[in-house]
């Protein structure tokens, strides 16, 4: 089971989400999206964290920017995906969490 299947799941259970029903406002497609940009930024942000505590001297913004070329990620359609996900803050923020406890178990990190 990868993280995206772990975090699906304990929130279906938490929000009483039928994985099977397509048709309601909180779909597992929309959990997909949802996981994906919060993933995108805790990586994002996690790396900023890195680099002022490791990095003195080097150049952040072109660190940043080649972590986001390697992540595929591009920032229109970033905050785009995000606006149309707005309701979902407060599981966005859920799974952020789900996500770092996740990290810290599997891989003996501290955050």
Not at 49 to 72: C, G, H, P, R
Request: aromatic share 6%; with cysteine.
């Amino acid at each position: 089971m990868n993280i995206q299947e772990i975090v699906i799941e304990q929130i279906c259970e938490e929000f009483k989400i039928d994985p099977n029903n397509h048709n309601q406002k909180l779909s597992v497609d929309n959990l997909k999206d949802i996981i994906r940009c919060t993933t995108n930024k805790m990586l994002m942000a996690h790396f900023q964290i890195l680099l002022d505590n490791y990095l003195e001297n080097s150049d952040k913004n072109s660190a940043l920017n080649q972590l986001s070329v390697f992540a595929n990620i591009e920032s229109e359609n970033d905050v785009n995906d995000i606006k149309k996900l707005s309701g979902f803050h407060d599981i966005g923020k859920q799974i952020a969490n789900i996500e770092v406890r996740f990290l810290e178990t599997n891989l003996g990190l501290r955050t």
